[in-house]
Nanobody, 123 residues
Framework: QVQLVESGGGLVQAGGSLRLSCAAS????????MGWFRQAPGKEREFVAR????????QYTNSVRGRFTISRDNAKNTVYLQMNSLKAEDTAVYYC????????????????WGQGTQVTVSS
């Protein structure tokens, strides 16, 4: 079992930055793929970014590419999402997820989820 706890969300003005953290416990995540998803009110949960077990493989949804950066520190069992140039449309609850190697863009491909952290971007 893996327990995931997100932190770092908050209220920020458009154009600002936030750094989300996802701390894992229960077992090492060093061999797991890690993803960030988000869900805005009235919308389905959507893929934001994912990172391979060694940090060398990353993938982003088009709307955040060039603004967001996913990274991981396996020694700290933690994954990060650096979010720059935030826009109002980035407002959502952001979730961290862990899955088996090769986990892709769909929420169903991930086995473990955090409780989420709210990100609100004011325009």
């Amino acid at each position: 079992q893996v327990q995931l706890v997100e932190s770092g969300g908050g209220l920020v003005q458009a154009g600002g930055s936030l750094r989300l953290s996802c701390a894992a416990s229960g077992r090492t995540i060093s061999m797991l793929y890690m993803g960030w998803f988000r869900q805005a009110p009235g919308k389905e949960r959507e893929f934001v970014a994912r990172i391979g077990w060694n940090g060398l493989s990353t993938q982003y949804t088009n709307s955040v590419r060039g603004r967001f950066t996913i990274s991981r520190d396996n020694a700290k069992n933690t994954v990060y999402l650096q979010m720059n140039s935030l826009k109002a449309e980035d407002t959502a609850v952001y979730y961290c997820a862990a899955g088996r190697p090769g986990s892709g863009l769909g929420p169903a491909e991930y086995d473990y989820w955090g409780q989420g952290t709210q990100v609100t971007v004011s325009s």
